[in-house]
């Protein structure tokens, strides 16, 4: 009697084993999904390596606005010079 009442306890653990691994394994899989979106170090080098690029771009554009000013402010006192004239 305490034989098969032991069987059935241990039929009952293995049961629950059974269901908590395969919870397990969904929550697995769920993670597994998550990080497989995430982006890896490759893509955030190379995303460096174009925002590198463009602050030199942005740099250069800054320098050739402020050289364009400059011309239009010389050229803007040029003709007020010669309006006055």
Known sequence: MQ????????RADLR???IMLEQMCDKLS??????????NMSDFRRLEG?????????KVIKKVV?????????????VSTLEAA
Do not use: K
């Open 3 to 10: 034989l098969t009442r032991g069987l059935g306890n241990l």
């Open 16 to 18: 629950e084993n059974a």
């Open 30 to 39: 769920a993670v597994h999904e998550l990080v497989a979106d995430m982006p």
């Open 50 to 58: 174009s925002v590198d690029e463009l602050r030199a771009d942005v």
């Open 66 to 78: 402020g050289d364009h000013s400059r011309e239009l402010t010389q050229l803007d006192s040029r």
